[in-house]
């Protein structure tokens, strides 16, 4: 089963730094996605990206976060100047087809632990 | 506004015997749901979704789940709870046009011996 990779697995930052997640997403899907999830809270929506552009955000999803797939493979998600409570776990996740289609629905990454201390 | 309510916060069952997690969703629109498991440390693993096909869906591991449009429900159900079943389920919404999902506020679900 193919499986969307993301990069680190555990980062810790210092408050004000700016981080890049990464993700390589499955190689034939068109839809990519960022998730969070705060420790003992639920999983929340940031953004969608379809066609090189974004196709939906979250109002957590402010201009201190950005997204970009700079080289056809990877999808990034920077955090501008990190603040303690960007701390959460971000999941990365990719679709065949909009709204979750295909064989595997929404594929999730194995999450990056951020930690801004 | 579109919402996915997960009305057990927890359920505890014994090894062998059924297993019951419960979905409500608010939509205006036909929506695709989604369950998915997440194990400690683990990513969330898809178990099985509907969209818009047959209203009884079935899953890996033994899951089912059946779309109820009436009841606006997407109940999870197992016959026979295995002690690797124990983790916490999400119940997910994929709504506005397919670009944004909402996820339920999980379910966690314990598998005493």
């Known amino acids: 089963e193919p499986e969307v990779t993301q990069t680190p697995s555990h980062q810790v930052t210092q408050m004000g730094q700016e981080v890049i997640l990464r993700c390589v997403p499955i190689?034939?899907?068109?839809?990519f996605y960022w998730y969070r999830q705060i420790l003992g809270q639920k999983v929340e929506f940031l953004v969608s990206?379809?066609?090189?552009?974004?196709?939906?955000k979250s109002e957590i999803f402010d201009d201190q976060f950005s997204v970009e797939r700079p080289d056809g493979s990877n999808f990034t998600l920077k955090i501008r100047s990190t603040k303690l409570e960007d701390s959460a776990m971000y999941f990365c996740?990719?679709?065949?087809?909009?709204?979750?289609?295909?064989?595997?629905?929404?594929?999730f990454g194995s999450g990056t632990r951020l930690t801004v201390v | 506004a579109q919402s996915v309510t997960q009305l057990d916060s927890h359920v505890s069952v014994s090894e062998g015997t059924p297993v019951l997690l419960r979905c409500n969703y608010s939509?205006?629109?036909?929506?695709?749901l989604f369950w998915y498991v997440q194990h400690p440390n683990k990513g969330l693993q898809l178990l099985l979704k509907?969209?818009?096909?047959?209203?009884l869906v079935k899953g890996i591991n033994g899951f089912e789940a059946e779309f109820k449009k009436s009841e606006t429900s997407f109940h999870l159900t197992k016959p026979s709870a295995h002690m690797s079943d124990a983790a916490e389920y999400f119940c997910?919404?994929?709504?506005?046009?397919?670009?944004?999902?909402?996820f339920g506020a999980g379910t966690r679900l314990f598998v005493k011996a």
């Open positions: 996740a990719s679709s065949e087809l909009v709204g979750g289609g295909g064989d595997y629905g929404y594929t």
């Open positions: 190689s034939n899907h068109l839809y």
């Open positions: 990206f379809y066609n090189n552009e974004i196709s939906e």
């Open positions: 939509s205006s629109y036909s929506p695709s």
């Open positions: 509907y969209t818009s096909a047959a209203t």
């Open positions: 997910v919404v994929s709504y506005t046009g397919g670009f944004k999902t909402i």
